[in-house]
């Protein structure tokens, strides 16, 4: 066996190396599968749920989170494992697995995830949160008082919302959306057989039913639950199943079983035929409801003949049955975390503001003199969002164009938007309605800003917009001046606070032509693909990449001083692994830290020696995009939306911008190199594809690059 065989796992013999005896970068045993990566990222997000070191809410926030990332992995990509395995897709990944061999991996890596996630619910989480006085308890501990004051909550709001579906010969087995959670009921009546019914859980009501204690309960018979401040709670399908006798008069309650389905909902939409993307794009949010189902979660208390009858009417194979030790989908924590209980949660932070922004110079004159980097959230949106409102109300303000791709609700960038349109300014704005499970938000702002006269566009033919834009064109005494702002993270302030993401506030004349030209090319039939700063993709890109990188292996050949440091959300793009294998082959230091997906193997001798990856997952999800080249000396930085991804570099509109300061380049670096030494929430990714918790030195204390970005907030403004 060689050298990759015996450090990159076994499987069958094949020859790892070229006819030149050379490593063969191209060898399906130097990539890990993408997949199983992703669930390797999301085991890390579960063990943050596991750290008792985590204030406790913010562990079931974690445990939320890990939930509802499986949703989203099951809805895209299984689906689409799915679809290959029904297709007969040839293709495969750099790794060589087909579609069949990927599911039966995933189901094997899931299934311990999984059960880890119900012991640290049931086992350490909820204990520890009763001892706090929030309680979750099932509708068999409740007191007399308190069961009696949900049946009449129950009689009087809930059972009105209820219909149920029978399931006979007389009535077709009804259609269950995608994610809902639903009772299998099982009634009887005298003298008859066995009736199935199915009953979906009221989305509009709260998950976890808040109820006073016993004592109290007398207090809120004349007030229902509406005004209950209690932390004591009951999941809503319970109290449901408690009370179907209200809903099955004269009929036997057999059995209750709560389950969920998972749909496929990585439908895509055929844009070359679309008249109407607008319409289109309505009509494949509908259809993620209807599409094919490719999971069904059951508690683990159902009667084998439910879960055949729901596997056989859902179309499903056993090993896409997932049976779960309540409750099923364990997103609805989240509600937990809007409890008034700050002792048990992330200690709260006052976001920084520069200082040259902080006084009554007015922003155009600031970053007329300086550019200015934001770091987010130790930084807040507000300037972002202030400097769009001046722009807005400045009366030499002629112009703005933007990007959106997701701006969440209640949006002060799209009122901004507006505003400046009533004020008699020229805007455009391209809402990328293809953002993934954002698209009914976005038809709603794109709409709205429509009526409003802006100029909207709809993306790209074939592509996602994804780069992060802002372009103001202003009047000044000596000309027209453009201002531009460009970011690693979208333009809503909700995500800006728990996303570590970069914006640079700039008026260099060579970027703000550039983004001048990317729009021209985005809004109209402008083929220009060469850029003077920008790195655009899809069309040049990933060659620029590719050509930075082996511009560091001359420079590590001549000089020694090779260095490449990345830090991204994904590294999945075969080219650019091989690139960088090869710079490690040549001896250049490649410090990578990937938070989510790396299909990298580092520490392979003769290919990726020279190579680390680590990930952090902490308080903050590590969202931002830093490409550092060390370039002999004359440093080159790039951030940026793009992370090193066949979709991103080849599907999506993209932009890499550099950081030309020379301050703001040092503070780049510091940023990147603090987040590298990472020992507190750092993992490191071994040969064999493990991960393992980085560790101080010694007996060193843990660095925590997270909280040290705390304590030094503003540090990056290069002020003085």
């Not at 960038?413 to 400046?420: I, W």
């Not at 620029?544 to 830090?567: H, N, Y």
Request: hydrophobic letters at 40%; proline letters at 6%; one cysteine or more.
């Amino acid at each position: 066996m060689d050298v990759i065989d015996a450090q990159a796992g076994s499987g069958p013999e094949v020859s790892a190396k070229t006819p030149e005896g050379a490593p063969d970068l191209n060898h399906r045993r130097l990539y890990l599968n993408r997949e199983l990566s992703w669930l390797d990222f999301n085991r890390r997000v579960l063990e943050e749920a596991e750290d008792p070191s985590n204030p406790l809410l913010e562990r079931v926030k974690f445990l939320s989170i890990f939930s509802s990332n499986l949703d989203e992995f099951f809805m895209i990509r299984v689906s689409g494992l799915r679809h290959q395995l029904e297709v007969g897709t040839l293709r495969r990944p750099p790794d060589g697995m087909t579609p069949a061999e990927q599911l039966v991996e995933v189901r094997a890596k899931l299934q311990p995830m999984r059960e880890t996630a119900e012991r640290c619910w049931h086992r350490d989480v909820q204990p520890a949160l009763a001892r706090e006085g929030i309680r979750i308890l099932a509708h068999g501990e409740l007191k007399n008082k308190q069961r009696k004051l949900l049946r009449r909550h129950f009689t009087s709001e809930i059972l009105p919302v209820l219909t149920p579906l029978a399931f006979d010969p007389s009535h077709p087995f009804p259609h269950i959306s995608n994610l809902s959670l639903n009772l299998a009921v099982v009634v009887s009546e005298p003298g008859g057989g066995p009736r199935f019914a199915r009953l979906k859980v009221p989305q509009v009501f709260p998950r976890l039913l808040p109820i006073p204690s016993e004592e109290r309960a007398d207090a809120y018979e004349r007030l229902g639950l509406k005004e209950v401040g209690s932390t004591t709670f009951v999941w809503l399908e319970e109290v449901i199943a408690a009370n179907l006798d209200l809903l099955f008069p004269g009929l036997e309650v057999a059995t209750v079983a709560p389950f969920r389905v998972t749909r496929d909902a990585d439908v895509e939409i055929e844009e070359d035929e679309a008249s109407d993307l607008l319409a289109a794009m309505k009509d494949v949010i509908g259809q993620r409801h209807f599409a094919s189902a490719v999971r069904l979660q059951v508690d683990d208390r159902i009667t084998p003949d439910i879960g055949e009858m729901l596997e056989r009417n859902l179309g499903l194979q056993p090993y896409q049955v997932y049976a779960c030790h309540g409750p099923i989908g364990r997103a609805s924590l989240m509600d937990l975390m809007r409890l008034d209980r700050p002792d048990l949660k992330d200690k709260p932070f006052i976001a920084g503001v520069p200082p040259t922004l902080a006084g009554d110079e007015d922003v155009f004159s600031v970053v007329r003199r300086r550019d200015l980097l934001l770091y987010h959230p130790y930084d807040s949106f507000q300037p972002v969002v202030d400097f769009l409102q001046s722009a807005a109300r400045d009366p030499d303000v002629l112009a703005i164009k933007q990007t959106l791709y997701r701006v969440g609700p209640n949006s002060p960038v799209v009122q901004a938007l507006m505003e400046a349109r009533e004020n008699g300014k020229q805007v455009a704005v391209l809402v990328e309605l293809k953002a993934r499970f954002d698209e009914e938000n976005n038809i709603v702002w794109a709409k709205a800003l429509e009526h409003a006269g802006v100029h909207v566009v709809y993306g790209v033919m074939g592509l996602k917009t994804h780069s992060k834009m802002l372009l103001v064109v202003r009047r000044e005494a000596d000309g027209i001046r453009r201002y531009v702002h460009l970011a690693t993270g979208n333009y809503n302030p909700v995500t800006a606070r728990v996303y570590t993401d970069f914006g640079l506030l700039t008026s260099d004349p060579d970027i703000a032509t550039d983004v001048s030209d990317l729009f021209n090319a985005l809004t109209g039939y402008s083929r220009k693909v060469q850029y003077s700063r920008l790195l655009v993709a899809p069309h040049g890109m990933r060659r620029a990449l590719l050509d930075r990188i082996e511009r560091e292996i001359e420079v590590q050949r001549a000089t020694g001083s090779g260095r490449l440091a990345f830090k991204m959300n994904a590294l999945v793009d075969k080219a650019c692994v091989r690139a960088l294998y090869r710079a490690s082959q040549a001896g250049v230091r490649v410090d990578l830290q990937v938070r989510g997906i790396c299909c990298l193997r580092p520490g392979i001798p003769g290919v990726s020696e020279n190579i680390t990856v680590t990930s952090v997952v902490g308080r903050f999800l590590e969202h931002s995009r830093i490409y550092l080249f060390g370039n002999g000396g004359e440093e080159e930085i790039l951030l940026g939306s793009a992370d090193l991804m066949p979709r991103n570099l080849d599907g999506r509109v993209e932009v890499l911008f550099p950081v030309i300061d020379p301050t703001l380049r040092k503070a780049v670096r510091q940023i990147l190199e603090v987040h590298l030494r990472d020992t507190a929430r750092a993992r490191r990714l071994l040969a064999d594809g493990t991960w393992e918790r980085v560790k101080p030195a010694g007996k060193g204390k843990p660095f925590d690059s997270q909280r040290w970005m705390l304590e030094h907030r503003g540090s990056w403004h290069g002020e003085g």
